[in-house]
């Protein structure tokens, strides 16, 4: 079982940075995959980022690439969405999510913080 908590949320203007943090419960953390969602108003959750396990790979959605950074610290149990050149279009609830390594859902799942990017 794994808990999470989001936090850096806030209000932003566009250009801006944000930097979510996601906390993690319990001693298994460097054996989840952990991603970052997240649900613009009136829309379906997407996917956004992904690390795994070590933090060896990293992935992306196109429309994120080369502007938010995804990193884990397993010491402290943590994982960041480092997001800089935000976009009006970034708005919304972002969700930090795990998964074990040999599953394709996301089984945990944080209670999300809101970004928004004021144009």
């Known amino acids: 079982q794994v808990q999470l908590v989001e936090s850096g949320g806030g209000m932003v203007q566009t250009g801006g940075s944000l930097r979510l943090s996601c906390a993690a419960s319990?001693?298994?953390?460097?054996?989840?995959?952990m991603g970052w969602f997240r649900q613009a108003p009136g829309k379906e959750r997407n996917f956004v980022a992904g690390?795994?396990?070590?933090?060896?790979?990293?992935y992306y959605t196109d429309s994120v690439k080369g502007r938010f950074t995804i990193s884990r610290d397993n010491a402290k149990n943590t994982v960041y969405l480092q997001m800089n050149g935000l976009k009006f279009e970034d708005t919304g609830v972002y969700y930090c999510?795990?998964?074990?390594?040999?599953?394709?859902?996301?089984?945990?799942w944080g209670q999300g913080t809101q970004v928004t990017v004021s144009s």
């Open positions: 999510a795990a998964r074990q390594q040999d599953r394709v859902e996301y089984d945990y």
């Open positions: 319990g001693r298994t953390f460097s054996r989840y995959v």
């Open positions: 690390i795994s396990w070590n933090g060896g790979n990293a």
